[in-house]
């Protein structure tokens, strides 16, 4: 791909030069390899995601224009497959496996269009709701966060000159170079870009992947986001994602049947995927709880992603389980991406290398890490922690406990009571930056 002067493209782009929502691709691989099992084992289920600004003190209704971020969401429903998008995801071999999506999903992919969406103002925030079929809401998460994360950037940088641009964006270049160059020393490092839905924006993604792809050459292994995938001819990267188990738990009809739906739900995964897309997710209430109820199947599984809990201490615990069930370390793999940054990627890599099969998805940090680099001296490119969450399933309340209860979602009489199923073991508050 050739490259994009950004700073020239920010001061004059346009809607029609540069919409948030280019492709139905510009998503993650997860939301697509989820929406095949999701259309497949339970088609008929509704569930609403709705925005969660974790963040309160960015008040994003005073910064972002509602007439904009109604027209970015409008034109995202517009948005349809292409022909060329389709047979790209029909023909393409993906973790290894030649037709990772069946004929019949392609066929129904061709039809598909995102559903619509209920936006609101309250105390300064944006409230956004998407409820339909769960095959039809899934598919917002990605797009609406893109869109309001970038609305954001643009917003910041609405009344900078052409000069101000160009020393923004050399400012941000240079600092991801020097990450790339500390990168470079870890010699078995496996990394790939995770930080679609937490961008600056489109075009400075696109840049962070082709700077990635140059400067780490084979230990960049990829970057989840499908669009970007397809054209910089790169693996496309991606599981499973809290959403399912939330589901699963939602529609459980006693406590029982709630403590089951964790497990429950990565049985269907397994019975749509294998080898590395066996990867379990363990955080959604609770890791301790998670591997204590753990059948012995689930340590035939290619490895975990810890996503909560500080990255050493989550990754000694599993480790701790393998052994238990006596499993050999090398075999497994480990993938850390949550809140990852240069300084916590190599305090990772370094403590598990060689003990443990690594991989590393650099999300927020790579894509939106925009501090100290406003000429002006402004805060207000900063990231904030920004996520759309699935908050019902057939009318349900869902819930998120979180290893970090900072990160819990759900009606606080809910949050009880997954936590007398589930228990507070292991559960320990820790700062949500990104």
């Not at 929502?21 to 008929?44: A, E, G, N």
């Not at 409230?127 to 309001?148: R, S």
């Not at 020393?185 to 870009?193: G, K, V």
């Not at 084979?218 to 809290?242: C, K, P, W, Y």
């Amino acid at each position: 791909m050739a490259v994009t002067d950004i700073a020239t493209r920010t001061y004059d782009h346009n809607f029609r030069l540069d919409p948030i929502v280019r492709s139905l691709l510009d998503t993650d691989f997860y939301k697509l390899l989820m929406l095949q099992m999701i259309r497949h084992v339970h088609p008929d289920v509704r569930a609403t995601f709705s925005l969660i600004n974790r963040t309160r003190t960015v008040r994003l209704a005073d910064i972002i224009d509602e007439g904009e971020l109604r027209a970015q969401l409008d034109h995202a429903r517009t948005v349809r497959f292409t022909k060329k998008e389709l047979i790209w995801l029909a023909g393409n071999s993906f973790y290894g496996k030649a037709q990772m999506f069946s004929p019949d999903f392609i066929a129904w992919l061709a039809d598909f269009r995102l559903p619509d969406y209920d936006l609101r103002k309250a105390d300064g925030q944006y409230e956004l709701h998407f409820d339909g079929p769960w095959t039809h809401t899934t598919m917002w998460e990605i797009p609406a966060l893109a869109i309001i994360n970038e609305l954001k950037s643009r917003a910041a940088m609405r009344d900078k000159g052409k000069f101000a641009l160009d020393i923004l964006y050399a400012r941000a270049k240079a600092k991801l170079w020097q990450k790339v160059e500390r990168l470079r020393d870890l010699p078995d490092l496996r990394l790939s870009d995770f930080g679609t839905r937490r961008r600056h924006g489109f075009l400075w993604q696109r840049w962070c992947v082709e700077a990635l792809k140059e400067g780490l050459g084979q230990r960049f292994i990829g970057t989840s986001n499908v669009l970007l995938a397809m054209d910089a001819d790169l693996e496309a990267i991606g599981t499973n994602a809290h959403e399912l188990p939330m589901v699963a738990a939602a529609l459980a009809e006693d406590d029982a049947a709630l403590a089951q739906a964790p497990y429950r739900v990565l049985e269907e995964w397994q019975q749509h995927y294998n080898g590395n897309l066996l990867i379990a997710l363990p955080d959604a209430f609770g890791t301790t709880s998670f591997l204590a109820g753990a059948p012995a199947w689930l340590a035939d599984w290619t490895g975990f992603r810890p996503d909560s809990a500080p990255p050493i201490e989550a990754g000694e615990q599993i480790i701790r389980w393998w052994q238990e069930q006596g499993r050999d370390l090398r075999t497994k793999l480990l993938i850390f991406s949550d809140g990852m940054d240069i300084d916590t990627i190599e305090q990772t890599y370094r403590h598990f290398d060689g003990r443990v099969r690594l991989s590393f998805g650099w999300g927020t940090n790579l894509t939106n890490d925009f501090r100290g680099c406003d000429p002006d001296g402004a805060a207000a490119l900063e990231p904030i922690s920004l996520v759309c969450k699935v908050t019902s399933a057939n009318g349900r309340p869902a819930v998120k406990l979180s290893d970090n209860p900072t990160k819990a979602t759900g009606e606080p009489a809910e949050i009880e009571r997954y936590l007398r199923v589930f228990g507070e073991v292991g559960r320990e508050a820790q700062p949500v930056l990104v």
